[in-house]
């Protein structure tokens, strides 16, 4: 019987990387890898916020928000009018409620959610669906995101149809089309996928990409915005916003 408690185990590394992005970023990685690994990612959600049509006071729903890494790019949009933040670690939301005191932080799963139905305009979630580790409690935070959302969802996560060769205990890959499948049972079309990862996330390549970023992260980006249909074939991670289909 596998005994792993995925919640205790992000309480105890928010806690023993307080203040560090190994807290939330990838644990094996030194500060400037992971600076450079959000850098990039912030960069896509920019353009692809962009394009989104939201109406005037909009609500974001930030799940999974960790110490905030991303609220800069949700206060900074004229908008949005309230941002709520949820995660299951009550001391990387302490550090997100330091950094931005005007967000609302709630501990909770995100199959625990208790929000009313399509109350948030968009709905956030940056590399949290593989961390749930239990199949039944995947699904049910899946389906709660949908509920809740009124217009958009963005995921960012894997977009393999295969499972990763290499793994952990807080990691569980699932096929790219179950997501999918899930998401347009909920009334959700995928709007737009786009790579954030390439080669820098790839099985043992992410190991050297922990030594040298720079050169693997600066390959991805030339990759995503010169051969966009080259990216989607062999990206391990993407940002997918999916839209409501029924409005």
Known sequence: MNSFDDKTYWINRHQKYCGDLRSVGVKSYHINANTLKYQMVRERYRCILSKLTLHAKSQILDVGAGTGEFIDLFLNDKRVSQIIATDISPIALEQLKQKHPSVQILT????????????M??????????????????KQSVDNLCR??????????????????VSARHVKSRPFYLLNEIMLKNGFLKKYIVPTHLLSHKPFIYKINGLFPKVFYLFDNFCATRFPNLAQRIASYAIIVYERKDL
């Open 121 to 138: 305009e968009l709905i956030h979630c940056f590399d949290v669906l593989y961390h749930i580790v239990n199949d039944d409690e995947w």
């Open 108 to 119: 909770k799963s995100i199959a625990d959610i208790k929000l009313p139905d399509k109350s």
């Open 148 to 165: 809740i959302a009124l217009k958009f969802v963005i995921i960012h996560g894997e977009i393999a149809n295969n499972p990763r060769l």
